[in-house]
């Protein structure tokens, strides 16, 4: 394992590839609900972190805040009560993720960079965007791009494909919208 | 006149200097992207229907880079029914956002951020968390709207500022007492990296408190440390008491990261209490803070086995092996909470089954 990054190795979506079960509802709230998260709010904080290369305590604050969100949908992808924001820091940092990526607290630290002082000079995100290559890489379909114009008509026939799904499931598409109020 | 003596206080650099930075800031942002304020206000007004138009967030604050996108409110003069949905323009590679309101709806607002701004700091609190099920515009655009410029270089809701400035930043030192109660709950536990994960959340919070009451508030959690770094930078602190708390908050924002990695020999509960405290008084709050650990109001422990209960509330249970004390702990004194005790409160608020609340007592009443 010498030469490679905690980010190049850590093991993704391991209840995928390993194939457990859910009940069919929790499977459709679980899957709707992560793809919007990551395409929408993970997405948006990699764009930040691209964009503030001469901002880095912008950069800092912005990673923390992607942290949280990669330990929320953690929580939902192994079937937990989401923790509420303010728990997701420590959580993750604590105790790992498991349904994401099998990644431990130290891991994660190393990945964000978390060794550098905070609000300091620099900011370390390569690694973070090592992971997120592999995440975007690893999901289970393609995710549209709504932060590009082509991606808002992706989205649209997107939105349409999970109405129907949801409906399948005895649910309604209706539960993102909490979600998308926030975006 | 008041609004302006109010401004006056609040502000670290003259009103005068403030708008024409914001308006540089603004024509810079434009023009870097190849466009032209009014014919930017004519193309988007001819997209989105007449009314004021503000641009917000970002270029306001000076701290737009190359990916911010335009985020512009739009005021009309008629009601608007149902929910915003932002107009989204593509147009020459930039990405431009629209969403409106109606004049009523923000007089509204800004009414009831001045009467909020009034009430002792629990109620002010109350009211600013439930804003959003309460009123549009909602908390975060008011405060864009706020901070607002039109193309033309007019801050037509600045006279706002002190009273959002006020809300903004109880609702800020409320959020970071919450957090060093789980500092102090996740310590006790035997928690290392979990503390220093509210430790970050602490820090950010108190920064975003001191800020808002200099004048600088903005509502996006991404931009508190870089604000931060340009007031400690400036040394424009109001007072002596500002001036300490700015320079603890340092001091620890500084030894954080190590604080990762040396484990549990190394306390942090003091000094972060010690500067919640600290900040509380810097800011003007002059009563004593509690915090407790409340259950959710149908929660219930069930028998699972000896020595172990269901802690469970409505669709969410979680086991723990000795009861939660709900008993309010006065802010000083949280450093000291016993662990088992912080264990099961821990475990209950993560669940959501419990909730940390933070009550303020007045000092003569005590």
């Not at chain 2, 590679?93 to 009467?115: C, I, M, P, Q, Y």
Request: aromatic letters at 6%; one cysteine or more.
């Amino acid at each position: 394992m010498t030469g490679t990054t905690i980010a190049s190795r850590v093991p993704v979506y391991p209840g995928v590839r390993a194939g457990h079960g859910t009940a069919t509802p929790d499977a459709v709230r679980t899957w709707l609900q992560v793809a919007w998260l990551m395409l929408a709010e993970c997405r948006a904080y990699v764009e930040d972190l691209e964009g503030g290369v001469a901002q880095p305590q912008m950069q800092q604050a912005a990673k923390l805040r992607m942290l949280e969100q990669v330990v929320d949908i953690d929580n939902r992808l192994a079937g937990r009560v989401p923790a509420a924001d303010a728990h997701c820091l420590a959580l993750g940092l604590e105790h790992g993720l498991s349904g994401l990526a099998d990644a431990t607290g130290e891991e994660l630290a190393d990945i964000f960079g978390l060794a550098e002082e905070f609000g300091g000079g620099s900011c370390r995100v390569d690694d973070i965007f090592t992971l997120w290559e592999r995440l975007l890489a690893g999901f289970p379909g393609e995710l549209p791009d709504r932060l590009v114009a082509q991606g808002q008509r992706d989205m649209l026939v997107t939105l349409r494909q999970w109405a129907e799904l949801a409906r399948s499931a005895g649910l309604d598409v209706g539960l993102l919208t909490q979600f998308m109020k926030d975006a | 006149m008041d609004s302006d003596d109010a401004l006056a206080r609040l502000l670290t650099v003259p009103l005068r200097d403030l708008v024409d930075t914001r308006r540089r800031s603004v024509t810079d942002f434009v023009s870097r992207r190849g466009l032209e304020t009014g014919s930017l206000q004519d193309f988007l007004l001819g997209r989105v229907g007449d009314g004021e138009l503000l641009l917000t967030s970002s270029p306001v604050h000076g701290l737009a880079n190359e990916t911010s996108d335009f985020d512009f409110i739009r005021v009309q003069e008629s009601a608007i029914d149902g929910p915003r949905i932002a107009t989204k323009i593509f147009d020459r590679g930039h990405h431009l956002e629209v969403v409106s309101f109606a004049r009523g709806e923000l007089k509204r607002n800004l009414d009831e951020l001045t009467a909020l701004a009034t009430l002792p700091p629990g109620d002010l609190v109350d009211g600013f968390r439930s804003w959003d099920r309460r009123f549009e515009p909602r908390r975060k655009q008011t405060e864009r709207i706020v901070n607002g410029i039109t193309l033309d270089g007019r801050v037509p809701y600045l006279a706002s500022l002190p009273a959002l400035a006020l809300v903004w930043s109880r609702a800020a030192l409320h959020a970071a007492v919450e957090q060093v109660a789980h500092l102090c709950l996740a310590e006790a536990a035997g928690e290392s990296r979990g503390r220093v994960g509210y430790a970050y959340n602490v820090l950010l919070h108190l920064m975003d408190s001191v800020l808002s009451l200099h004048g600088d508030v903005y509502t996006t959690r991404k931009w508190y440390l870089l604000r931060w770094a340009r007031l400690v930078r400036s040394g424009a602190w109001h007072d002596d008491a500002y001036r300490a708390a700015g320079e603890a908050v340092e001091r620890l924002r500084v030894s954080l990261s190590a604080a990762l990695t040396a484990g549990s020999s190394v306390r942090l509960a003091e000094d972060y209490t010690a500067l919640v405290a600290a900040v509380a008084a810097a800011t003007g709050v002059t009563q004593d803070v509690t915090v407790r650990t409340a259950l959710g109001a149908s929660a219930s422990y069930r028998g699972f086995l000896p020595g172990a209960e269901l802690l469970a509330d409505g669709d969410a249970g979680v086991l723990v092996t000795s009861r939660v004390d709900e008993a309010p702990v006065a802010l000083a004194a949280l450093p000291g909470v016993d662990p088992n005790s912080a264990t099961s409160a821990l475990r209950a608020v993560r669940a959501g089954v419990a909730t940390t609340t933070v009550e303020y007592r007045d000092r003569s009443a005590a």
